[in-house]
């Protein structure tokens, strides 16, 4: 089903699960031109961990390698995120849930050298008055109705 679906670099993204506690397991974006390589096919594969600890740990492994491109870290409001690109060109997502849900696409920078309780603050304080936001569990509650 359809979680949520918005505008994000010129094109249409709707995002898709069948799991209540799931933003999304599928990320449909349009525009993209025929072609092989990098940008074609697969948007993502995305792996969850349990604490910011784990992203900070992730990102320091992979600064030390030169074979990893365009490193990011992200704030989406409903999660943390540290995007990077492997050898093989796979961009490649590691994420951790936000206590809140907020309409998607959103996106911050996420400085990950800030300590759990500054990035806390600061998400919480940034995604005040954004669509959608509400608790993660009364959004997961809501999904759970809705898929069955």
Not at 32 to 46: A, D, E, N, T
Request: aromatic share 8%; charged share 30%; proline share 5%.
């Amino acid at each position: 089903m359809v979680t949520d679906k918005g505008f994000v670099r010129g094109h249409d993204v709707v995002f898709l699960s069948r799991d209540a506690r799931s933003h999304h397991q599928l990320v449909m974006e349009t525009g993209r031109p025929p072609g092989r390589g990098s940008g074609y096919g697969l948007q993502q594969i995305s792996f969850q961990v349990e604490q910011l600890d784990d992203l900070r740990a992730m990102r320091d492994l992979i600064a030390r390698r030169k074979d990893v491109e365009r490193i990011q870290a992200v704030d989406h409001g409903n999660s943390w995120s540290l995007y990077f690109w492997d050898p093989e060109d796979n961009r490649i997502e590691i994420y951790l849930d936000t206590p809140w849900h907020v309409d998607q696409p959103y996106l911050e920078p996420l400085d990950l050298g800030l300590s759990d309780e500054q990035i806390r603050a600061a998400t919480e304080a940034h995604i005040q008055g954004k669509a959608g936001l509400k608790p993660m569990s009364q959004w997961r509650e809501e999904m759970a109705r809705l898929v069955g």
